[in-house]
């Protein structure tokens, strides 16, 4: 399934956010997540803003490990990567090479990993998508030898606009102000927002119920993974 966000600015706004140097970072959850152990990182980054900036995707979802530390700004790199589908179980063995197999649960996507055979190597895997065989991870959680840890999809989108340079894959813990969270249904899988320098971000309906406009700085984690 296609989903897709259109971000229409007007010419004084595009002008002054182009002149103070902001971009616009796109963030995406998960559920079934310890959001105490989690960490979200930067999905979509557009850069060259536009008057009109359309953002769309698929649902193609890729598992990834990776020993990066999950701390606030870090950038993820995956030690091993594949493309998943509902049901997979994605075991990192101990040679640190990832298999896919057939899992328990045909509702989630779901991670083991062996014994590794440098004991204290920490490891953690994520969700993330697969665009020309590069991976844009946007969710990380620890995981521990013999034990499974399962993410079920959903699409849960956080906009923000920032000054802060950030690629794909940088962790990132809190929003800036006048984020925008949106909560797509299977049904209903296109939206037409806007963006005003004054009076901040407004849908085409301002009554739609997938939205929700914040104006003060939010945890990302606890508003895309639940």
Known sequence: MQYEIDLKLDKPTLE????????????????NISKDAAKVSVWKSVEELLELNTIEWE???????T?????????????DFSSLKLGD????????????????????????????????????CGLGSIA???LSPFVAISIAPQFFVQLEPHEKILLMFSRQPREVGT?????E???????????????VLSFDENT????????????????NPVNIVNEVCN
């Open 132 to 134: 020309d065989n590069k």
């Open 200 to 215: 901040g971000w407004l849908p085409l309906d301002p009554a739609d119920p997938r939205v929700t406009i914040f104006k």
């Open 16 to 31: 002054k956010l182009i002149e103070e140097g902001f971009s616009l970072q796109v963030f995406k959850g998960a559920n």
């Open 67 to 79: 020993a990066t530390v999950l701390k606030d700004e870090a950038v993820i790199e995956a030690t």
């Open 171 to 175: 962790i990132t813990v809190q929003s």
């Open 89 to 124: 179980l994605y075991t990192l063995n101990s040679d640190g090479e990832g298999i896919v197999s057939k899992g328990e649960r045909s509702d989630s996507f779901n991670y083991a990993m062996e014994q590794q055979k440098v004991p204290e190597d920490q490891f953690y």
């Open 59 to 65: 649902e193609n979802y890729a598992g990834y490990f």
């Open 177 to 191: 102000s006048r984020a925008i969270l949106i909560d797509f249904p299977t049904s209903n899988r296109k939206i």
